[in-house]
T-cell receptor, first 115, second 113 residues
Framework: EAGVTQFPSHSVIEKGQTVTLRCDPI?????LYWYRRVMGKEIKFLLH????????ESGMPNNRFLAERTGGTYSTLKVQPAELEDSGVYFC?????????????FGNGTRLTVT | TQLLEQSPQFLSIQEGENLTVYCNSS?????LQWYRQEPGEGPVLLVT?????EVKKLKRLTFQFGDARKDSSLHITAAQPGDTGLYLC?????????????FGQGTELSVKP
């Protein structure tokens, strides 16, 4: 089966611009997660979708970040306007079950650099 | 504040040596997962432990979950250059059942031939 796919793999934008990251989960996985790793820090949870609904968005840093999952398939994460501190690697992960012992299948990440 | 403390952050050893990576917390976890990440790729699950005191083995890797489910360790026996990579522990807190994981900072392991 195809794994989790993220696009683009790299993005370099200027402060104030907008960037949209895309994630295609494994087919049939209702649970989709966004995580982020900024330089020198641990990977941190951003939000969790169950199908098209936001189950938990407690990790979203502020209202410059907007995540959507229309139709419950692929998801997008938009940053508008981007700030320098938004630089990092954004990971998407999917799982068939959103339980405490469900393994997450991660994509290769999008490396975002804001200059 | 780091909820899940992972140590050491960096480890450079010779082939054939043994090593242990630790993850510690003051919080109780429903489960603890260990991932391995290669450069340019996403984390890949190695194992999940869910029961206090549980021990799981994966070839030369031994994973243990603490009795109180607040800590875990990864022990590698006779490390090989192919074990080189970033090892991550990640836990699901008991009060969050939605699959949200708390990650440790990771251990960058380098095994020299």
């Amino acid at each position: 089966e195809a794994g989790v796919t993220q696009f683009p793999s790299h993005s370099v934008i200027e402060k104030g611009q907008t960037v949209t990251l895309r994630c295609d989960p494994i087919s049939g996985h209702d649970n989709l997660y966004w995580y982020r790793r900024v330089m020198g820090k641990e990977i941190k949870f951003l939000l969790h979708f169950v199908k098209e609904s936001k189950q938990d968005e407690s990790g979203m840093p502020n209202n410059r970040f907007l995540a959507e999952r229309t139709g419950g398939t692929y998801s997008t994460l938009k940053v508008q306007p981007a700030e320098l501190e938004d630089s990092g690697v954004y990971f998407c992960a999917s799982s068939p079950f959103g339980t405490y012992n469900s393994p997450l299948h991660f994509g290769n990440g999008t490396r975002l650099t804001v200059t | 504040t780091q909820l899940l403390e992972q140590s050491p952050q960096f480890l450079s050893i010779q082939e054939g040596e043994n090593l242990t990576v630790y993850c510690n917390s003051s919080s109780v976890f429903s489960s603890l997962q260990w991932y391995r990440q290669e450069p340019g790729e996403g984390p890949v699950l190695l194992v999940t432990v869910v029961t206090g005191g549980e021990v799981k083995k994966l070839k030369r890797l031994t994973f243990q979950f603490g009795d109180a489910r607040k800590d875990s360790s990864l022990h590698i026996t006779a490390a090989q250059p192919g074990d080189t990579g970033l090892y991550l522990c990640a836990g699901a807190l008991v009060y969050n059942q939605g699959g949200k994981l708390i990650f440790g900072q990771g251990t960058e392991l380098s095994v020299k031939p």
